[in-house]
């Protein structure tokens, strides 16, 4: 039996960077006792990005097609473009706390000025990237979620298992179920996020005094409102490939005869698309059967 696949960092395209720099500030911020709301909530934020990244770093996968199908999910969700870019944001957002802090003495206790300065000054800038933050870690929740469930239902089809009960092919449906109506709500909370963005650009820029700062806070409100759009279309990605699972195929009955060739499943390029399930398969007089996942290039 072939070793199991690991859905690795290089493989998906996912940088060092993206694993280091949210666990370095998440230290940093933990060390500001009396940090204003905002950081704390980076701090909540950074968690819900850097458990579920582990966990699809461990991700292991039986064999190569499903690993390479896996891949191809990630990739078209564009979840590396995504964690890469937040973990870019965490490293430059690690350097501006830090000047922004530099006024303090005590490295957990923040002077009233630098309080001033990240809970006030810099409020829109760290909104901005609390919501890529919470954008980010949603869309790869998700996206595992949904990936080891399709994995999970499709397991059978590489086992070319029949014996697997109704009541188990119940159970994963309702858990995809779950999955996706957990993106839909994700996707409602982002609509609403859109929706008091694009009032927050207007509110700002209705009140412009031409100040190079005005200037500045409308750029981070805007950039907040390409990081929502942004993370709406990789969850309606995610939730495609969630909707693509009810795609379900039963084969029955299946007889080849006389030097007959048959491929009966599915080509290794639908693996995590479609539900299948295989019984009944009889060869006779020679014939040959492909059952279960076969390689796309087979040929009769």
Request: a negative charge; proline letters at 2%; hydrophobic letters at 40%.
């Amino acid at each position: 039996m072939a070793d199991p696949f690991s859905v690795a960092a290089g493989a998906l395209g996912i940088t060092t960077l993206a694993t280091t720099a949210p666990g370095q500030l998440s230290a940093l911020i933990s060390g500001f006792r009396d940090a204003p709301s905002e950081i704390q909530i980076i701090r909540s934020n950074l968690e819900n990005l850097r458990r579920p990244l582990a966990t699809l770093l461990q991700l292991v996968v039986s064999d190569e097609a499903s690993s390479a199908a896996t891949q191809a999910d990630f990739v078209q969700i564009g979840l590396a473009d995504a964690v890469n870019s937040c973990a870019g944001e965490c490293d430059k957002f690690e350097m501006q706390l830090k000047r922004w802090t530099r006024h303090s003495s005590d490295s957990t206790q923040l002077s009233f000025r630098d309080k001033f300065l990240v809970g006030v000054a810099k409020k829109e800038k760290i909104r901005t990237f609390s919501t890529q933050l919470q954008t980010c870690a949603g869309t790869v929740q998700l996206a595992l979620d949904t990936i080891q469930l399709l994995l999970m239902a499709l397991s059978r089809v590489q086992l070319r298992s029949t014996t697997s009960s109704e009541a188990d092919r119940e159970a994963t449906r309702l858990q995809l179920d779950a999955v996706k109506n957990k993106i839909q709500e994700h996707l409602e909370l982002m609509r609403e996020q859109l929706e008091n963005a694009t009032h927050r650009v207007e509110e700002l820029e209705n009140a412009h005094d031409g100040s190079d700062e005005t200037d500045q806070t409308i750029e981070a409100a805007e950039r907040r409102a390409e990081i929502i759009r942004a993370g709406q279309v990789s969850c309606g990605v995610v939730f495609a490939q969630a909707e693509s699972s009810r795609s379900g195929i039963d084969i029955g009955n299946i007889l080849t005869t006389d030097k007959s060739i048959a491929f009966v499943g599915l080509p290794a390029n639908a693996v995590a698309k479609v539900n299948l399930r295989v019984q009944e398969v009889t060869t006779q007089g020679g014939s040959t059967s492909h059952v279960g996942v076969f390689r796309g290039d087979l040929s009769l």
